[in-house]
């Protein structure tokens, strides 16, 4: 069943030729001060000849279809989207929060509006501007939105904007 925000983003889709696709890449750790692991997809944007590809992580809560107790030590858990082999494991369950990103997931995951100046993003999102990890996230987030601006006119984008 899709929800009202589903059926949202991929009106907005439709309505601006923009095709979406999701390609399963890895389970793995995503962001750089992740603890734990989560699915980690490529995410491709195409509208005519532009397209703008990009690393999505998933929800750890949506990661793994299948999460895998091992029979011989070391005994720790562990999530993947392969079922194991017979024989390998004591036991697997499968995820029931399990899925892949829809397309609400990742149209409310972007960017969408210009992050300004280094000095503004930093002092917007609570960043010290003496840090690289800081510039480092800044200059990904503009990346981000010089594609959207790629993707989607002034007009398209402000219809993104209510996506939320």
């Given at each position: 069943?899709?929800?009202?925000?589903e059926?949202?983003?991929?009106?907005?889709?439709?309505?601006?030729?923009?095709?979406?696709?999701?390609?399963?890449?890895?389970?793995?750790?995503h962001?750089?001060?992740?603890?734990?692991?989560?699915?980690?997809?490529?995410?491709?944007?195409?509208?005519?000849?532009?397209?703008?590809s990009f690393?999505?992580?998933?929800?750890?809560n949506?990661?793994?279809?299948?999460t895998v107790?091992?029979?011989?030590?070391?005994?720790?858990?562990?999530?993947?989207?392969?079922?194991?082999?017979?024989?390998?494991?004591a036991?697997?369950?499968?995820?029931?929060?399990?899925?892949?990103?829809?397309?609400?997931?990742?149209?409310?995951?972007?960017?969408k509006?210009?992050?300004?100046?280094?000095?503004?993003?930093?002092?917007?999102?609570?960043?010290?501007?003496?840090?690289?990890?800081?510039?480092?996230?800044?200059?990904?987030?503009?990346?981000?939105?010089?594609?959207?601006?790629?993707?989607?006119?002034?007009?398209?984008?402000?219809?993104?904007?209510?996506?939320?």
């Amino acid at each position: 069943m899709k929800t009202d925000y589903e059926k949202q983003a991929i009106n907005f889709l439709k309505k601006t030729g923009v095709s979406l696709s999701v390609e399963y890449l890895k389970h793995d750790k995503h962001f750089v001060d992740d603890t734990e692991t989560r699915d980690i997809y490529t995410i491709t944007l195409k509208r005519g000849c532009r397209n703008f590809s990009f690393s999505f992580g998933q929800s750890n809560n949506a990661s793994g279809l299948y999460t895998v107790y091992p029979a011989h030590p070391p005994y720790k858990a562990y999530k993947t989207n392969k079922r194991p082999k017979y024989g390998t494991f004591a036991s697997f369950e499968e995820n029931e929060n399990y899925s892949i990103p829809s397309a609400y997931d990742v149209l409310a995951c972007l960017t969408k509006y210009d992050p300004g100046s280094f000095e503004n993003f930093c002092g917007d999102f609570g960043y010290d501007t003496d840090s690289r990890k800081a510039e480092k996230i800044y200059k990904d987030v503009l990346n981000e939105w010089h594609n959207v601006c790629m993707i989607w006119n002034e007009n398209e984008i402000k219809m993104l904007q209510e996506i939320e």
